[in-house]
């Protein structure tokens, strides 16, 4: 079953603890995504990886690092979680460029106290 | 700024009734325009999408009408049932962009029995 698993689905943090965000597809898609989801704001990307080795910033990227090293994996990584990072984060995967279609996780809740 | 700007934000429609959520851009340069759904506790999936190339495209009970001189495109759900009680987001992009989806704030639509 074509799946975007990500873990954990839900946590609890305390600010300035590092935590990280795994994410696999199982699709071999080249382009990954993170996204985070509020109220009123809709989905707004955060990084984004059209392969191996290649990522870029999406529109808030600040508090936010990812890394590419396995075509299958896209962690997200927050270095000193914030509140204001508390939300809901979902990661993406697509084929290439010419693919438009976005397969995402189910999820994930971050609360940041 | 919001590329894409969604309405309403909530939507009730009572079961068998027509739901309409409408969508307009700037970008001149999207040619994509998908609608997601998305149930509680899950991620978006692909609903249905369009090219500015047609007017209208139908699938099943849900069509979306587009308007491109107007830069506007809407998502009609006849005989609104109520499982399709969920947030609806809609979305534009490049399909030869670099970058990803602009997505709308979303709206929910509850369908009352």
């Known amino acids: 079953e074509a799946q975007v698993t990500q873990n954990p689905r839900y946590l609890i943090t305390v600010t300035g603890k590092k935590l990280t965000v795994t994410c696999s597809q199982n699709?071999?898609?080249?382009?990954m995504s993170w996204y985070r989801q509020d109220p009123g704001l809709g989905l707004r990307q955060i990084y984004y990886s059209m392969n191996v080795e290649v990522t870029d910033k999406g529109d808030v990227p600040e508090g936010y690092k990812v890394s590419r090293k396995e075509k299958r994996n896209f962690p997200l990584i927050l270095e000193s979680p914030s509140p204001n990072q508390t939300s809901l984060y979902f990661c993406?995967?697509?084929?290439?460029?010419?693919?438009?279609?976005?397969?995402f996780g189910e999820g994930s809740w971050l609360t940041v106290v | 700024q919001q590329q894409v700007k969604q309405s309403p934000q909530s939507l009730i429609v009572q079961k068998g009734g027509i739901s309409i959520i409408n969508c307009a851009y700037e970008n001149t340069a999207f040619d994509y325009f998908p609608w997601y759904q998305q149930f509680p506790g899950k991620g978006p999936a692909l609903l249905i999408a369009i090219r500015p190339d047609v007017s209208e495209k139908k699938e099943g009970r849900f069509t979306i009408s587009f308007n491109k001189s107007a830069k506007q495109f809407s998502l009609h759900i006849m005989d609104s049932q109520p499982g399709d009680s969920a947030t609806y987001f809609c979305a534009a992009s490049v399909r030869s962009g670099n970058n990803d989806m602009r997505f709308g704030a979303g709206t929910r639509l509850t369908v009352k029995p």
């Open positions: 699709m071999n898609h080249e382009y």
């Open positions: 993406a995967s697509k084929r290439g460029l010419a693919g438009n279609t976005i397969y």
